[in-house]
Each structure stands twice: as C-alpha cells, then as structure tokens.
C-alpha cells in the first residue's frame, strides 16, 4: 500500500504478503510467550484526536494518510471501553493464548515454504529497508479497520515492545540481519 515496487518492475502483492506473514507470525510467537500481565493502560490511551494525529504522523502518503485515520477511527475505543476490552483479555488469554498456538504456523516455517518457492522473506528482498519495515508493524494497524494482534499488543501497552524485541539483536529480525559491504543481507 505504501508503493512498494511500483517502479519500473511491479512487484508482486504476494511477495508482500508472504514477507508481512512471516514479520505477523514471529510477532504471534513472541507474544505466546508472555502471560499478558497486562497494566492498566487507560490513563494514558489517546483520545480520537490524538489517534488521528498518531496516525497522520506515520503516513508520508496523503491518500493513505486519509484512508488509515479513516480506518483506525472506524475501530477506535474510548479509555473506558478499553478497561473492559483489557479485563476480557486478563480473563480469557490463558485459553486464547493455547487455541491461537495450535492454530499458527511458525515463522521460521512460513520463511521456508517461501524460500522454497523462490519468494521473499525479509525486507531487503522487496525494497524496504530494516528502519522502515520496523515501523511497518505500527503502521499496518493503521491500515485497516478490522482487529489484529497488532491491535491486541497496542491496546495492551507492549506494541513498542515487542517490536523492539523482534529487532534487538537475537531477536528475530536481529539475529538474521548481517551487514557485508555496506549492504544487508539476510541469513
């Protein structure tokens, strides 16, 4: 959505998307690792004008910057609707938290079937450098209106957090990025 590849050879919108399953699925894993012992984020939660600034501060692009206010305000919640949301989560995570392990495909796994069909797996590999796709996890919750872990992990407190661990070195990104020549290259 942010142009990537629009050059003088498209790239392809599954490349993308295997790309983000893979940054998805390693967020996933590292989120199942935490009981969620979730502060009380209320205090703090921005209102719908300071959502919509957030959101227009992460957009360089005008007509994604409308559509993702529009987007992000269309699943917005007030402080006290969170407190509730939040509760829930306490009460219900140890279950969810054991379904969503079943159910997900880990990353290292989803970046082998794509390497293994000559597709994409880092960031480098369609034109998006480890600064910016970093803050693509913040940004993707901005694109749509429906509700995904990156919401769940915003909504919590630890969206920051998280990202910061995948990037940290021995994270998962960090672990797989190497610098040779001046270039990154993924391992």
Request: some cysteine; overall charge negative.
């Amino acid at each position: 959505m942010e142009g990537l590849g629009h050059g003088e050879t498209p790239l392809s919108h599954g490349f993308k998307v295997g790309v983000g399953s893979v940054a998805i699925a390693a967020l996933y894993e590292l989120i199942l690792q935490r009981d969620l012992d979730i502060e009380d984020q209320c205090d703090s939660w921005p209102t719908r004008e300071e959502m919509e600034q957030s959101v227009r501060s992460q957009h360089t692009n005008p007509d994604l910057e409308r559509g993702a206010v529009e987007q992000t305000l269309a699943k917005y919640i007030s402080a006290d609707e969170l407190a509730q949301r939040l509760e829930l989560l306490r009460e219900v995570w140890p279950g969810l938290r054991e379904k969503v392990r079943e159910q997900l495909m880990p990353a290292d796994q989803i970046r082998e079937m794509l390497q293994a069909a000559g597709c994409p797996t880092s960031p480098f590999e369609i034109g998006l450098g480890w600064e910016d796709f970093e803050a693509t996890y913040s940004r993707a919750r901005t694109i749509r209106k429906r509700y995904t872990v990156l919401d769940l992990v915003f909504e919590a407190g630890i969206l920051e957090e998280c990202v910061a661990e995948l990037f940290a070195p021995g994270g998962f990104w960090g672990h797989a990025a190497r610098h040779v020549g001046g270039s990154m290259f993924l391992l």
